[in-house]
């Protein structure tokens, strides 16, 4: 006859993992990484092209390299520290895009099942960047030069007239119409009027970018400043504090939060604007670039500008969180990037 107890009905909570299993749990990832890495090198070494891309051995030798310290990351993440567990984290990611490689390069450079030129394997776009390297850093100073500019004068622009707004009642019934009535349409509708007053093509997409910047600022660093609660204004009065007082040290920095979403916001626009402004009237820059490349079938300068492009939205974008992050302290991992 079995018997029966208290402690058998209970069930016994489940054992927390270890730190061996999480570790083992990380080596068989990380060399999963590995051989994905290693898989696509040795495709490109040891399997013949079908069509003739002069840097197949040395993006295969990089992926072997890659393959290599991702495996050494992984048995030696406990020795390196910080960078030993970044790897770890993001072996999983390692995994996919080594997989990912590995099949563009089969499909492409080995059996061609994607049709060639609008879709060219991985070699043919790491030949843009070592031989189409001068033209391209060219092309991303002019982009970056235009970007910057327009982008501090609409969100400079947009946040005083935010403010204004925000603060003043008599600004906001002048300026509020007339914000309904601009911000609304596509900085990109227009695109003629612009070119056509300005003097130079450079001015005028100068000013789109502006425009693109500063609906989006004024709008939320408004909402900012007329959401601030009247409770700290009048704590700062009874205390003596003057208008540019509460303006400077209570408004501003209660609407912060808001004005960062809306430079944020600015930023997307700005570079789908700067985009399409070099594309019609700017003669360099990345979208000129890949106006250029699309009119040669130079697929992959065309595939190897969008990466750039997306590189430095994505890393403006993380400049503006980390100077987020750094005047909003209480804010600080609130939204990642």
Request: charged residues 10%.
């Amino acid at each position: 006859m079995s018997t029966y107890s208290v402690s058998d009905a209970t069930a016994a909570p489940r054992a927390a993992p270890t730190l061996a299993d999480v570790r083992g749990g990380g080596y068989g990832i990380g060399l999963a990484a590995s051989l994905a890495w290693a898989a696509f090198g040795l495709s490109c070494l040891y399997w013949p092209d079908v069509g003739d891309w002069s840097r197949t051995s040395s993006l295969g030798i990089g992926a072997i390299v890659i393959a290599a310290f991702v495996l050494f990351g992984t048995f030696g993440a406990d020795y390196l520290g910080g960078p030993g567990e970044a790897l770890r984290r993001r072996a999983p990611w390692l995994v996919a895009l080594g997989a990912l490689f590995t099949l563009w390069e089969v499909a492409t450079a080995k059996f061609a099942w994607l049709p060639l030129p609008f879709f060219p394997p991985p070699q043919a776009i790491l030949e843009v960047y070592t031989d189409d390297l001068p033209k391209l850093l060219d092309s991303v100073i002019a982009s970056v030069k235009l970007q910057l500019g327009g982008y501090i004068i609409g969100a400079a622009i947009g946040f005083v007239t935010g403010v204004s707004i925000g603060w003043s009642q008599k600004v906001g019934y002048w300026v509020h119409p007339v914000l309904r009535f601009i911000g609304p349409l596509p900085a990109t509708a227009w695109l003629p009027i612009a070119f056509f007053t300005f003097p130079s093509s450079w001015s005028a997409s100068t000013f789109l970018i502006a425009l693109a910047t500063g609906f989006p600022v004024t709008v939320l660093t408004w909402s900012g400043v007329a959401s601030v609660s009247s409770a700290y204004y009048d704590v700062a009065r009874t205390l003596g504090a003057r208008p540019s007082f509460l303006v400077l040290k209570v408004a501003i920095p209660a609407a912060l939060p808001h004005v960062f979403v809306g430079l944020f916001m600015g930023l997307g626009s700005s570079f789908a604007v700067l985009v399409v402004a070099e594309m019609i009237g700017v003669k360099a820059g990345l979208g000129w670039y890949l106006q250029w490349a699309q009119g040669w079938a130079a697929y992959a300068n065309m595939y190897a500008a969008l990466i750039v492009m997306s590189l430095l939205c994505s890393g403006a974008i993380t400049l503006l969180f980390r100077t987020r992050d750094r005047l909003l302290v209480w804010q600080k991992g609130v939204v990642k990037w």
